[in-house]
Nanobody, 123 residues
C-alpha cells in the first residue's frame, strides 16, 4: 500500500505560480513512477505530468508543457508540481498518483491516488 497526501492547493492569479506537493508513505516510494492529474468541474480527469522513479525522465501534457515542472525527492518521499504562468483554465482539482514501473499517461493504470487538492486561478 502507498498512501498519498497532497498539500493544500490554493488560489493563484493568472500569470502567477503555485507549487503542489504530494507526500507518500507506505511501500518504497522510490520504486514508483508518479503522476499528476487534474479534473475540472464536469470534466474527466486528465493527465498533467509524470516522472520516472529515478527522476530522470518527465512527461507533460501539451497544455502545461513549458509552464509546469514535475520533480521528486525520494529522500523525502515527495513529488512536486511547480506551476508557473498560471491560466484560469488550470483551475481544477489536482491529484497525485503512483504506478509501479514506468510512468504512463493513462489514469486507469495508476494504482494509488491522493485525495485531491483544489487549485483556483483567477483572471
Amino acid at each position: 500500500q502507498v498512501q498519498l497526501v497532497e498539500s493544500a492547493g490554493g488560489l493563484g492569479q493568472a500569470g502567477g505560480s503555485l507549487r503542489l506537493s504530494c507526500a507518500a508513505s507506505g511501500r518504497t516510494f522510490s520504486s514508483y513512477a508518479m503522476g499528476w492529474f487534474r479534473q475540472a468541474p464536469g470534466k474527466e480527469r486528465l493527465f498533467v505530468a509524470a516522472i520516472h522513479w529515478s527522476g530522470g525522465s518527465t512527461y507533460y501534457a501539451d497544455s502545461v508543457k513549458g509552464r509546469f515542472t514535475i520533480s521528486r525527492d525520494n529522500a523525502k518521499n515527495t513529488v512536486y508540481l511547480q506551476m508557473n504562468s498560471l491560466k484560469p483554465e488550470d483551475t481544477a482539482i489536482y491529484y497525485c498518483a503512483a504506478v509501479s514501473g514506468f510512468p504512463v499517461v493513462n489514469r486507469n493504470q495508476y494504482t494509488y491516488w491522493g485525495q485531491g487538492t483544489q487549485v483556483t486561478v483567477s483572471s
